[in-house]
């Protein structure tokens, strides 16, 4: 099939053709008349010519959906000889070496439906310039090496917009003719414009004071809707930890006079790290206890703190290119992770972070879209903020931390920052700066940034009783991905110990060593195969690797039932523990028929989870964890072609199992942790919730009346969104008679509320029902559903894409045909919302000859539709396997 003749195929955009700038921005001025349909942006830009840079080159100035109304040098404005106006931007010969351009442009924020650029969202304008939406604002050279002081005057109706905020601090401010005023802002530190914004609005806000250990008073704000005020302190005390955190652990403080956080409703990603500005996606920063779940308010404090730890990871130092996009977020996700762990538990952050890389970044990894954490070509970059390049990258640095220390690796942030504080580096600047700082070599660490995959691992461990050693050999292949046959070994650490037959740790004494260094180490493996013998052990030991999952790699071993029987019950590490019951339950799922998952072939697992049950001693959260099966998602890794209803079958028939066989200890469980005061989301109280609405999803799966009552009566007297959430949730995926009246009930209570009403979707889309595509197809149109609000796509049809695998994969491809005709129609009004969606289609080689057939339909229908968007075509295209890296 061929694309249409109108659209052409889309450039690709390659590393290797980097060049520096040759020109830069030393400073720009920048004046808005804020309209909603008619905005004029003046923008005044100092330039000067790079020194390698030839007289004759010409200034090349990004824009994109601009109507350009004027263009003057050094106050004479150009003749049309002097410069070319074409798709991509303007051209301007001639300049001299220094000089002042101005550039008149007229935008239309309320029909700018890509989120992207200057936008309107519940009336209220507001900016989104990362990757390259600053080029839908004005003509500017758009790449993060150019780097300039802002100056921005705002003029708006007093009336209609009295809030008129942008990046640094306010140095001017008065009334203006017909009704209007404005306020003038300068951000004393040069940026790139990906970091520019502006937020114009009626809104309300509330304000507090932090003061940096250097004693500088810092007034922070959180802009919101009026009626979202009363939702706004547990963002505030959020910023305030991490404010505090990141000089207790980086040695970095804050730089500007205030911090602004802004949440609105229309936004395509989580939130974003404006310098002195943040705007949020407002679901990252609204909860009140009966409106947001305890999951809510954690992934609030950790949005909250990575926007915040961006101020010196991102803004202070920021990327060269997007290539180097990793630098930033990779290292930003790990700051944010180690946070979270600070503030709450970090064995069950640890737990959850693992489990997002397993079930994400691995499938990302041996797919199609495949990349490495430092890709070498893209389409559109906006399709590379991905889990590789997020969280993939945050374990290449913490890794990183591992090899070299906690001091080392401290010593090595210290010197990055004082290197290139107000520069634009390469992730190879982060690493030299690591190597400088300690003197370890990192040479063939830096493969983590280049080569895509998951490492496999394997283990052979002999025991000598003679000489009383035990030898394990490792072992790592990493299996091709798209554009890399050969793939190199890595430098993989290995955190390690042994334990004797009651799970007792064992002191570890490498072959060659004068003592033993304690009971837990790193081993580094560097070759294809190494092996590392281990003195002074009395008995056969059972070993236990990748303590904290160490490295982001796939490690088969040989243990027995009995050995992870006992690493469940006994190791130290919650990683380890966790892992050790989590692969007995998934060896019972992939290796028994759903009917033969009864009481008798499950009994070492209910034996377990009966224990974990009666563990009072135990943190709750942790408890919660090893009683969860693992997720389909996860299962999916191992079974080849993936089959979504029997996946699904396997693990509810366990579930139910389990649920009869402990039928008396889940109650008793549940009955313990029922509290009565009031609500707080702290880690140790969140714990206790999610332990007992386990408790509470595992007894609704005997389907009787005693647990339908159960769970009626915590919906009615929930007094918090997470109980409430729970009990409705196990009500709409049982066969309870009222669900449907609870669901409506839950509707129309909080029908006013946006959010809230976002997580009545996504119940209804995750639905374990057989009519849950035509319901999902029936909410499309009902009013509380919009294909122009991201969250609302994302909480319906993401929701069903990829959160009720039977009923997207449903056998008759009526999933894949619904979910892709919605693709084409948004990605005519917002292609990085559709292109995100499209990832649900990425995998199709994982399923069985029909399914492939479907699902490769819709790929090929939005790769030739006419005038497909980039993002799109990108996703199609090397989705079917087409090459986008050579043209
Ligand atoms: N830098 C943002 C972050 O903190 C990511 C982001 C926000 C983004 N909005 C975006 C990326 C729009 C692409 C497009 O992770
Ligand atoms: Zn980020």
Redesign the pocket.
């Known amino acids: 099939m061929d694309r249409k003749a109108s659209t052409p195929k889309p450039a690709t955009v390659y590393l290797k053709d980097y060049q520096p700038p040759a020109w830069q921005i030393e400073a720009v001025e920048l004046e808005f008349d804020l309209d909603p349909q008619a905005t004029r942006v003046r923008s005044r830009l100092q330039f000067r010519r790079a020194p390698e840079t030839g007289p004759d080159t010409p200034l090349h100035l990004d824009g994109e959906a601009l109507e350009l109304l004027g263009i003057a040098l050094d106050g004479e404005p150009l003749t049309a000889d002097r410069y070319r106006l074409d798709e991509a931007g303007l051209e301007v010969r001639g300049l001299p070496e220094t000089g002042v351009l101005e550039i008149e442009t007229r935008i239309n924020p309320s029909a700018n439906t890509e989120l992207s650029g200057l936008y309107t969202s519940s009336g209220n304008f507001c900016t989104?310039c990362?990757?390259e939406g600053f080029r839908r604002i004005t003509f500017y050279p758009d790449r993060p090496d150019v780097m300039a002081r802002f100056t921005t005057t705002l003029r708006a109706d007093k009336v209609a917009t009295p809030v008129l905020l942008s990046n640094g601090n306010p140095i001017a401010s008065g009334e203006l003719e017909d009704g209007r005023h404005y306020v003038t802002w300068q951000d004393p530190f040069p940026k790139p414009c990906y970091l520019f914004a502006l937020v114009a609005g009626d809104l309300g806000w509330i304000r507090d004071r932090f003061v940096t250990r250097s004693g500088r008073e810092v007034d922070l704000y959180i802009y919101v809707q009026k009626h979202n005020l009363d939702k706004c302190d547990h963002a505030m005390a959020s910023l305030k930890h991490a404010m505090r955190w990141d000089e207790e652990v980086y040695g970095r403080e804050y730089d500007l006079d205030r911090y602004m956080i802004v949440a609105v409703d229309d936004f395509?990603?989580?939130?974003?790290?404006n310098k002195g500005l943040n705007v949020f996606n407002s679901r990252y920063v609204l909860a009140r206890p009966d409106t947001a779940t305890d999951a809510d308010y954690q992934n609030i404090e950790s949005v909250i703190g990575?926007?915040y730890f961006?101020n010196w990871s991102g803004n202070r130092v920021t990327c060269r290119d997007w290539f180097q996009l990793s630098l930033k977020?990779g290292f930003t996700v790990f700051r944010d992770q180690e946070f979270s762990s600070d503030m709450n538990s970090r064995g069950v952050q640890r737990i959850g972070d693992v489990n997002i890389l397993r079930t994400h970044q691995f499938r990302e990894d041996a797919g199609p879209m495949a990349h490495p954490v430092k890709p070498d070509h893209y389409v559109a970059i906006?399709n590379f903020?991905t889990v590789t390049v997020y969280n993939k990258g945050a374990e290449v640095v913490r890794m990183l931390h591992t090899l070299l220390g906690t001091e080392g690796f401290r010593r090595g942030c210290d010197l990055y920052f004082e290197r290139h504080d107000g520069q634009a580096v390469t992730t190879d600047d982060f690493v030299n700066a690591m190597e400088a700082a300690t003197g370890v070599s990192l040479q063939q660490f830096r493969r983590w940034y280049d080569q895509a995959g998951t490492p496999e691992l394997e283990l052979e461990r002999h025991y000598d009783p003679q000489a009383r050693t035990c030898a394990l050999t490792l072992r790592q292949h990493c299996p091709p991905t798209p554009g890399q046959s050969d793939k190199q070994p890595f430098h993989i650490p290995v955190a390690m110990g042994l334990c004797d037959r009651e799970g007792r740790a064992l002191p570890l004494r490498l072959y060659g060593e004068a003592a033993a260094g304690g009971e837990s180490r790193v081993l580094e493996l560097c070759r294809e195969e190494e092996t590392f013998v281990f003195q002074d052990i009395p008995a056969e030991p059972v070993p236990v690797l990748l303590r904290g999952f160490s490295a982001p790699v796939k490690l088969a071993l040989d243990y027995t039932d009995a050995e992870l029987a006992l690493l469940s019950a006994h190791e130290r590490d919650p990683f380890c523990r966790w892992e050790a019951g989590q692969t007995l339950a998934r060896r019972l799922l992939l290796t028994h028929p759903p009917q033969a998952l009864d009481a008798d072939t499950a009994r070492p697992l209910i034996e377990a989870a009966r224990r974990t049950l009666a563990d009072t001693a135990l943190d709750p959260a942790l408890r919660a964890l090893a009683l969860t099966l693992p997720a389909e998602g996860y299962l999916a890794e191992f079974v080849d072609p993936i089959e979504p209803e029997q996946l699904h079958t396997a693990r509810q028939a366990l579930r139910l199992t389990l649920s009869r066989a402990l039928r008396p200890d889940l109650e008793a469980c549940y009955e313990q942790l029922t509290e009565t005061g009031a609500y707080s989301p702290d880690a140790a109280s969140a714990g206790r919730r999610r332990l007992r609405n386990l408790c509470l999803s595992y007894l609704i799966a005997c389907e009787d009346d005693s647990a339908y009552q159960l769970a009626l009566r915590q919906y009615e007297q929930a007094g918090n969104m997470t109980d409430s959430l729970a009990a409705l949730q196990a009500l709409v995926n049982s066969d309870c008679p009222q669900r449907e009246a609870v669901l409506e009930d839950f509707y129309s209570r909080w029908q006013q509320d946006t959010l809230v009403v976002d997580k009545w979707l996504s119940l209804q889309a995750t639905a374990d029902r057989a009519d849950t595509l035509e319901r999902v197809q029936a909410l499309t149109g009902h009013p509380a559903f919009s294909l122009t609000n991201p969250n609302k796509v994302y909480a319906l049809l993401r929701a069903f894409a990829q959160g009720n695998p039977v009923g997207f994969h449903q056998a008759s491809g009526a999933g894949y045909r619904f979910i892709g005709e919605q693709i084409r129609t948004l990605d005519g009004r917002n292609p990085?919302v559709a292109s995100r969606l499209a990832a649900a289609f990425t995998d199709w080689r994982r399923y069985n000859p029909t399914r492939q057939a479907g699902m490769r339909t819709e790929l090929e229908k939005m790769r030739d539709a006419g005038g497909v968007s980039r993002d799109l075509y990108e996703i199609a295209a090397r989705s079917l396997g087409d090459d986008t890296g050579t043209d």
Do not use: I, K, V
């Open positions: 989104q990362e990757a395509n990603m989580g939130a974003m790290e990575h926007e961006h977020e906006d903020y990085q």
